[in-house]
């Protein structure tokens, strides 16, 4: 499976994105699909994660209630809905799969994106 990230931009604070993570590869839609950040200086971190069938969702606590994830499988792509960003939200968004139920561990995700730039600032 390979999977590319997008949607990162400059946005102000309070305002909206929504990233995608467009997945080649067959049976994509057998995949849990997470979405972890990184902070300049600052470890990656887990944000959201969706199952296979889009019925379980895990998020971070920073981001619950902000952001939404989900998935269609018909066209191979993951969302992460992004509201109310704050200047924390800073980051390079990452997107990532495995075979298996939806996790917040990092290690036990075996395919990643390169990674979409968000920046909040004014």
């Known amino acids: 499976v390979q999977l590319q990230a997008s949607g990162g931009g400059l946005v102000q604070p309070g305002g909206s994105l929504r990233l995608s993570c467009a997945a080649s590869g067959r049976a994509f839609s057998a995949y849990t699909v997470g979405w972890f950040r990184q902070a300049p200086g600052k470890e990656r971190d887990f944000v959201a994660a969706i199952n296979w069938s889009g019925d379980v969702t895990l998020y971070a606590d920073s981001v619950k209630g902000r952001f939404t994830v989900s998935r269609d499988n018909a066209k191979n792509t993951v969302f992460l809905q992004m509201n109310s960003l704050k200047p924390e939200d800073t980051a390079i968004y990452y997107c990532?799969?495995?075979?298996?139920?939806?996790?917040?561990?990092?290690?036990?995700?075996?395919?990643w994106g390169q990674g979409t730039q968000v920046t909040v600032s004014s």
């Open positions: 990532a799969a495995y075979l298996g139920i939806a996790t917040r561990t990092e290690n036990r995700y075996d395919f």
